[in-house]
């Protein structure tokens, strides 16, 4: 067979050719815009040819800070349509961690959204690389800005060459894109994306058993473009034609429900907590969403309500999915088999809420702690350790790839069961995080920050169950003997308060005689969780 290299360009040049008409439909801060592929691809073109005039060369990265919109998307092709890496930013995370990935990356131009300038601005004289910083704004005029150089993106796309020529000599396992992911403690590790990984990750959205994404759908990815690339969906969308709609910055449930209606989308894709605040929505108003053939969620557990109440109350066909940044992320998709269409609604709903099967193309082991395969009974617990073809092998220049990376396998920190179906079901994480609507928080952050005050004793972070977050901190903590009594929550608070994000505050601290301990000394975290695990429902 001919060896013909997989890259982003072509799939950009497949809708220039072929979906010239079809649509984006795209929402800015001042409004929504429509775009047909024709005006994308050459708007595309005029930023590759911007950037390499500012100097980026190829195997460079380019941060993109942006939410999901048409310039976002334009980025998406044109950076990799350069020979250069995508680098998109999470905006969520702390300015430290921020100015850190952008040097680790060694980004050289930064696209910004102009909402989110004032994040860079507080930070710039911590870059080392960047030579020219781009703010993307529906306005004709820059903000005022303390950035420098700095452009204006739609300036460089009116000079640009509205015929540029992607490069061509790209090898398919050359990186297109790059995205950082919350670590257990520490900084950030950076998942690089090839052009191949992508290509084949985006064939299997099309997979009918997949999300089977095809030329008919109008695709709205909430997902942030900055969170595994939106889970992929742009990139397979323009490939396939599909109408994408882009839910722009700061959305309420109520746009979301509107964009939906207005646009006629057949499939969206979101964490649940998204989910839970649309479900909220269509309760309280009257809205016809009977275009939607699937919602996608992962990213987090799907509560079985949820799942239950789309389907049953709304007729929506919602489908839960599970995967990683170093897995593109899809890799585990939840469907009933055709033999099994006919079980109890209840045993369906059970199958339906587990995390699902492999998709074609990536395998799975699950290990015990003896290193030995676990067996298939829906009981016995493993890690997920995973491998194919769009799953990362090394974390970009980073000391804490042979943690995760191991003879060929990723292990996924993810402890599951199987069943004799194949089907896993996430039980347990072995790393010490806690995922509050979609983004990490960093328990070990947290107990290193309240260990250091001068009166605790020790302080261990748990994710105790929320109903909209999914999860939520708690901290336990142990004052020393002299400040038992005398030292007050809400000192702790002001103690903590200078030194996070407000999202990340623990909902509660309570103060414990004693933290359970496993035999080797380690905070016995299972049965905090345990103890603590109606904490919200109960307060
Ligand atoms: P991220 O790299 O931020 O996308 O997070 C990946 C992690 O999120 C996984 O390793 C899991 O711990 C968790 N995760 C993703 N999808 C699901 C899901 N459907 N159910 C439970 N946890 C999930």
Known sequence: MMNVPLTLSSMMERAETYFAKKQVISR?????????YREI?????????????????????????AWNHHRHLEAYFAIPGLGAVLHTINIRLAPQQIVYIINHAED????????????????KDELKTVKAFVIMTDKDELPETSLEPVYHYENLLEEGNPGFEFVKDIDENDPAGMCYTSATTGNPKGVVYSHRGIVLHSMALGLADTAALSERDVAMPVVPMFHVNAWGLPFAAVWFGTTQVMPGPYFTPKLLADMIQEHQVTLTAGVPTIWLGLLKELEEGDYDMSSLRAILCGGSAAPKGLIHTFESKYKIPFVHAYGMTETSPLVVLSRLKSYQQDLPEEARLDIRAKQGGLVPGVEMKVVGKDGKEVA????????????????????????????????????????????EEGVIKIVDRTKDLIKSGGEWISSVDLENALMAHEDVFEAAVVAVPHE???????????????ARGKVTKEELYDYLKPQFAKW????????????????????????????????????
């Open 28 to 36: 800015t801060s001042s409004g929504v815009h429509t775009f047909t």
């Open 468 to 482: 909209k977050w999914q999860e939520r901190p708690v901290a336990c903590v142990v004052l020393k003997d002299n």
């Open 504 to 539: 990340w505050l623990p909902d509660d601290i309570v103060f414990m005689d004693e933290i359970p301990k496993t035999s080797v000394g380690k905070f016995l975290k299972r049965a905090l969780r345990e103890q603590l695990k109606d904490h919200h429902s109960a307060s």
């Open 41 to 65: 691809g050459e708007r595309t073109r005029r930023l590759a040819s911007a950037l390499e005039k500012l100097g980026v060369k190829k195997g460079e990265r380019v941060g993109t800070l």
């Open 108 to 123: 050289q131009v930064l696209l910004i959204d102009d909402d989110l300038v004032p994040l860079i601005e507080k930070v």
């Open 376 to 419: 298939w009974n829906g009981e016995e617990m493993g890690e997920l350790l995973l491998r194919g073809p769009w799953i990362a092998d090394e974390y970009y220049q980073d000391e804490r790839t042979k943690e995760a990376f191991q003879d060929g396998w990723l292990h996924t920190g993810d402890v599951v069961t199987v069943d």
